[in-house]
T-cell receptor, first 113, second 118 residues
């Protein structure tokens, strides 16, 4: 596609449920990032995928968070047993060596009630 | 490890006055530097980047940024602020040092809220 696509755009879930957030990066981009942004706040790095290398998971806040990137393209961020503090906008971005800058999706707004 | 610092959580400026949003960085090699803007309830939009060459980089909406290697800074500037420039601004860096290989990870600063006062 023309840009980074994230789905769903909004998700409301009950505390304790699992959620999956999807990111479709720009075709051909080898790097993919997940960030979290609380209301009006900065970006919190979660995880970074680079080609076939082992992902940089250093930003995942707990073992309830995990992410996969299948076939070097689509990525899924999974949050298990959601808590109210998980409520935030989850942003995905992708980049390539040639383009240098990262391109962001519109984000998924997650609300845990 | 690469890092970015945006020392000001918020910058207030009167409409028509020049604005500066500060950014300093730390990398092992040569940096690629970026500025992004986020308008309320919107995603992050790319503003400008420094890769190599002229230290003064011009970007969208009349913004520019100056790369200063000795001060490891990349401050965002605009000669005359508009109320519509009010937004959250993020500085970012990517390391191109020899040890970075094909590593493309971009590290973002914590963001600076710019408020332009009419």
């Amino acid at each position: 596609g023309a840009g980074v696509s994230q789905s769903p755009s909004n998700k409301v879930t009950e505390k304790g449920k699992d959620v999956e957030l999807r990111c479709d990066p720009i075709s051909g981009h080898t790097a993919l990032y997940w960030y979290r942004q609380s209301l009006g706040q900065g970006l919190e790095f979660l995880i970074y995928f680079q080609g076939n290398s082992a992902p940089d998971k250093s930003g995942l806040p707990s073992d309830r968070f995990s992410a996969e990137r299948t076939g070097g393209s689509v990525s899924t961020l999974t949050i298990q047993r959601t808590q109210q503090e998980d409520s935030a906008v989850y942003l995905c971005a992708s980049s390539s060596i040639r383009d240098t800058e990262a391109f962001f999706g519109q984000g998924t707004r997650l609300t845990v009630v | 490890a690469q890092s970015v610092a945006q020392p000001e959580d918020q910058v207030n400026v009167a409409e028509g006055n020049p604005l500066t949003v500060k950014c300093t960085y730390s990398v092992s090699g040569n940096p690629y530097l970026f500025w992004y803007v986020q308008y309320p309830n919107r995603g992050l939009q790319f503003l400008l980047k420094y890769i190599t060459g002229d230290n003064l980089v011009k970007g969208s909406y009349g913004f520019e940024a100056e790369f200063n290697k000795s001060q490891t800074s990349f401050h965002l500037k605009k000669p005359s602020a508009l109320v519509s420039d009010s937004a959250l601004y993020f500085c970012a860096v990517r390391d191109t040092g020899l040890n970075s290989g094909g590593y493309q990870k971009v590290t973002f600063g914590t963001g600076t809220k710019l408020q332009v006062i009419p």
